[in-house]
């Protein structure tokens, strides 16, 4: 039986781990093609054989989106795979969490160039072919950090914040063209995030919280996404708060 995005082609950004591979899946699941996206090659081919083993459509590309040469060769690559581009989940992201006091200023270069112009220079590239088609979807993966902050989240928090008031003028901007953009913000998901935090502390106490509820799933991010662009064209669905039951 056909599924909801039978026809449809979308790029995951981020497709090696977590959220990511979750959406690809979701989405080839759903019958769209894909375009797996992420530094680490070895991920990305294990997931496009899960993909094709189902009987889907994978592509692999090897790339740092936070280069901007690199995120329009994803997009190149997928024209060339597929020849158009329906839906761009924009997931790569890193949460390097610490006090802005004494902080190493390179995580916050880091940050902004993968969540926030990562981000950017993909959707840069996509928008083009969308419009050309007259329709497309842009969702971008920000987080409970896009709208609040605590101690520890500044710089991780600036780069989501980013994020939604890009999404913002982008949305505006673009309906006009059909294309639509979608804001997900997870709260605490089970993933490999955390393991890249560098400040110690602040690793060992966010490790010691998530130990005392029961965080999403990635399949739970998965499903909001497939939501989101499985609506008729009329539907915008422009924001999604999700937290796990136990995050206050
Ligand atoms: P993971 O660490 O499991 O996945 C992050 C993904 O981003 C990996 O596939 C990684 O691939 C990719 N990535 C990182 N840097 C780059 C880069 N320079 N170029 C290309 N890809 C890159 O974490 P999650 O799945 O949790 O994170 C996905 C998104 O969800 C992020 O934007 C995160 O901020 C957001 N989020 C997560 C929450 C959580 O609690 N887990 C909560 C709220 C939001 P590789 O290393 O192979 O390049």
């Keep these: 039986t056909p599924g909801k995005l039978s026809g449809k082609a979308a790029i995951v950004t981020g497709a090696s781990s977590g959220i990511g591979v979750a959406t690809a899946l979701a989405l080839a699941g759903e019958g769209a093609a894909v375009v797996l996206t992420a530094r680490r090659e070895e991920r990305l081919q294990d997931v496009a054989r899960r993909i094709r083993t189902a009987g889907g459509q994978a592509e692999v590309v090897v790339a740092d989106v936070a280069k901007e040469a690199q995120a329009q060769e994803i997009v190149q690559r997928a024209m060339d795979a597929f020849g158009r581009i329906d839906i761009l989940v924009n997931n790569a992201g890193l949460m390097l969490l610490g006090p802005v006091v004494g902080a190493d200023t390179t995580d916050w270069q880091r940050m902004i160039d993968v969540n926030l112009l990562g981000l950017m220079y993909a959707t840069h590239a996509a928008l083009p072919h969308m419009q050309r088609q007259g329709e497309g979807h842009i969702v971008n ?78 399949e739970d991010i998965a499903a909001a996404v497939t939501y989101a662009v499985t609506q008729p064209k009329r539907v915008n669905v422009n924001q999604l708060l999700i937290r796990p039951l136990d995050q206050g």
């Design 141 to 218: 993966i920000s987080s409970v950090s896009g709208r609040g902050a605590s101690p520890t989240s500044a710089g991780y928090s600036a780069s989501k914040w980013a994020v939604g008031g890009f999404s913002e003028g982008l949305r505006q901007e673009v309906r006009l063209h059909g294309i639509r953009v979608t804001v997900i913000e997870p709260g605490v998901v089970a993933t490999e995030l955390t393991d890249h935090i560098t400040h110690q502390a602040t690793k060992s106490s966010y490790e010691e919280r998530i130990k005392t509820m029961t965080p999403l799933e990635a």
